[in-house]
């Protein structure tokens, strides 16, 4: 199963750069897709945002697992 960390700062692919460089967690559209694209498995998500996840609970998407809200 692949596992995709929503975790730090939800930022644009333009920032992303800035946010690895100092050292950040953060996640941007690009590293979710990068994931989504190469990946034939079932995803996995550890999501620490209660906002993000109450709007992915109520929908029924296939072969996703949400793992964890804080």
Do not use: F
Not at 2 to 13: A, L
Not at 35 to 50: K, Q, R, T, Y
């Amino acid at each position: 199963m692949t596992k995709i960390n929503v975790k730090g700062v939800i930022v644009s692919n333009d920032d992303a750069d800035i946010y690895d460089w100092l050292g950040y967690d953060c996640v941007s559209p690009n590293q979710v897709e990068d994931v989504l694209n190469n990946s034939d498995e079932d995803i996995e998500v550890d999501i620490a945002s209660g906002g993000v996840a109450s709007l992915l609970l109520p929908k029924s998407i296939p072969c996703l697992k949400l793992i964890q809200v804080r």
